[in-house]
Structure formats: C-alpha cells, structure tokens
C-alpha cells in the first residue's frame, strides 16, 4: 500500500512513493498475467470435461442399447413363462382328471381288471394296459414337475435381469450427475476467476490514476513549499521575523514504549504478503487494525497534523509530523477530528474508526515513515 506524505516540514522522497505505486502496478500486472493464465487452464480443462461428457454420452447411448437387449431378453422370457405356466397348468389339469378317475375307480376298477381276464394272454394284456396307463400317469407328472422346475428357473433369469436393468440405469444416473458436477463446479471456478481478472484490471487502473493523481499534488506541494520556504528565509531577514516550526520531540527514543493508536485486531502486518490463489506477492507499509465503528483514533505522539483530508483509496486520512523525520498516518477513518496544522498530544484523539474505502470493513490502517520510508509499526508498540 502506498500513501502520501503530505506537505509540511520534512515530506518524504517523493521518488521512492513513486516508485512504490509503480512497483505495486507491475505486482498487479503480473497477477493479472498469472489470472489469465489461470483462466487459460481452466477453460482447457472445461473442454476435457466436455469431450469426456460426449465420450460418457457415448457410452451412455451404448448402455442404452445394453438396457434395450435385456428388456427384449425380459419380454421373451415373460413370453415363455407364460406358455411353460399354461402348459404346467395342462398338466396339471390333466394329473387332476386322473386322480379322480382313480379316485372313483378305487381298489374295484384295479381288481376288476385283473380278474375280467378270461386267459393268460387277455391277463397280460390288461396288465401290459395298466402298465401304460400308469406310465401315462407318471409321465404326466414328471411333464408337470419339469414345467415348474422350468419355471423357477425363468422367474430367477427374470429377476437376474431387472436387477441387471435397474444396476446399469442406477450407474448411467450416478455417472450423468458426476460429470454434470464436475461441470458445474469448473464453470463456476472460471466464473470466478474472470470477474477476479475484472477486480484485477479496475485495482491497476485505479493504481495508476492514484499515481497520476499523486504526481500532480506532488507537483503543486512541492511548488508549495519553495514559496512557503522562500517567504521563510525573507522573515528571517526581517527585525521580529517568526515562523513556528514542528519542535524535535525525541520520536526516535520511544521504540516499544507507545500505545496503539486504537482497541483492536491486527488483520495484516508489515510487509510482503502472499497471494492465496495467484502465488503472487503484495506489500503493505503499514498494519490494519481491525475495530469496532466509531472508536477513537489516537495520536501515537506529540505532533502538527499536516494532512487532514480524504484521499481516494484509502478513505479520510490523517498525518501527524512528530519531528526528527518521523510522521504517522492513519487511514479509513469515519471522522476526522483536527484540521491541517493543529498541534496535537500523545494519545489525543484525532479521529474515529470507519470503513471509508475499506475492503475489509470496519479498520484502520496506521503506518509510521521516517524521512519518507516506511519502517514496521509493531515494534514501536509496548
């Protein structure tokens, strides 16, 4: 992040805040590069997806096919169960007819025709009869036993095949949803990635104005100040001159003795932080410090404040000149308390916390600068 060191007694080089925004810009640039990369990646591996789903739809119309054969083999063997039942059933019609004819006939019918015969040959006959008709009976039977048996064993195909049907529809279904998740999951993901790609182009050319608009203050406070310290060497030249400067107040000796300029927690510290998806780094000259809405915002030490105004990107901004090159800012706040060159005390309120330009809520960003670089506020603190 890379803020202004507004004008006053000792501003920092401007050069090094220039050259940091356009160090940020090519961090940006080359996140974009990785982002389109990224994308490129995806939508090839979307293209697979497709390609496997034509193949799976392939596939698919194959076991469709599959489904068809084993419903044609269900229909024929429905068919042949129902002429083996009508013939089971015949035969058992028929085994029910003799079983009464026997039942009614009884021992006399049996014993009749043994006796009736008036010969050997005539007895041998009936017998050879009786023989055939009993031979009938059991062949009926046996008819009968092999058409159930023959049944069992069609019902049990049957059933083998709807198993078979309902497993190979209830694999096509699981298979479709898979691929349709998958799908859904890539186009999200490439979604995502194009409106990060869009956030990625806004923040470069809102870094980019912020250097342009940063160029052109610059410009003007520089102009600024040699009229501010020609006008200051000519009172100087004149009996009774005065012109009140920033005291030396001994910022330097407090390193681990000061408060934190408000209650909160520190969401991101000093330095390069790596990008979560893109590998790629960022760098922050301060700390954020997330806080309730509306706390107070102190001064860290005794100073002028020289900076008391918003600045796009980083909301209502406030810069205290503490002496001896030392300066710090405080950004994103809701209020701002002091107005440019009022003197104010160590822990003085000067501001209150807000999300103005925020992206993260409710915060504030707190940096410390000597001659115009910025050095890692955590150890300052006690």
């Given at each position: ?67 068809k ?29 003799r ?16 006796f ?40 049990a ?16 279904e ?146 205290v ?61 006690r």
């Amino acid at each position: 992040m890379v803020f202004l060191l507004s004008a006053g007694r000792g501003y920092p080089d401007v050069n090094d805040q220039l050259q940091g925004i356009k160090k940020e810009i090519k961090e940006k640039k080359q996140l974009l590069k990785k982002t389109r990369k990224a994308e490129n990646r995806v939508s090839n591996e979307l293209e697979n997806i497709n390609e496997n789903l034509k193949e799976n739809e392939t596939a698919l119309s194959g076991l469709m096919r599959d489904l068809k054969v084993v419903e044609t083999s269900l229909k024929t063997t429905r068919v042949e169960i129902g002429k083996v039942k009508d013939d089971a059933d015949r035969k058992k019609k028929q085994i029910s007819q003799r079983i009464s004819s026997i039942y009614k006939a009884g021992d006399v019918g049996n014993a009749q025709a043994f006796f009736s015969s008036g010969s050997i040959p005539q007895l041998m006959e009936n017998r050879r009869y009786m023989k055939a008709v009993l031979d009938y009976d059991n062949g009926l039977i046996s008819a009968y036993n092999e058409r159930i048996d023959r049944l069992k064993k069609l019902k049990a195909s049957l059933e083998t095949d709807m198993a078979k049907k309902e497993m190979i529809r209830g694999d096509i279904e699981e298979k479709k949803q898979e691929i349709e998740a998958q799908k859904n999951e890539k186009t999200a993901y490439l979604g995502k990635l194009r409106e990060d790609k869009k956030r990625h182009l806004a923040s470069i050319k809102e870094l980019e104005a912020n250097a342009r608009r940063l160029q052109r203050m610059v410009e003007r406070l520089e102009a600024k100040a040699r009229k501010r310290y020609t006008l200051k060497e000519e009172r100087k030249a004149l009996p009774g001159g005065n012109l009140r400067a920033v005291p030396e107040r001994g910022f330097a000796a407090l390193k681990g003795k000061l408060s934190i300029p408000v209650k909160g927690e520190i969401i991101e510290g000093f330095g390069k932080h790596k990008h979560p998806e893109f590998n790629s780094y960022t760098i922050s000259n301060g700390i954020s410090i997330a806080a309730v809405q509306g706390s107070d915002v102190r001064s860290v030490y005794d100073g002028q404040v020289i900076f008391a105004d918003y600045f796009k990107g980083y909301g209502n901004m406030v810069i205290v000149d503490h002496g001896g090159g030392f300066f710090s800012l405080y950004a994103h706040t809701l209020r701002i308390l002091k107005k440019v060159g009022a003197n104010v005390d160590k822990n003085e309120v000067i501001a209150s916390v807000g999300d103005v330009d925020s992206t993260r809520g409710s915060m504030l960003y707190f940096e410390i600068r000597y001659q115009g670089r910025p050095v890692d506020p955590t150890p300052w603190f006690r």
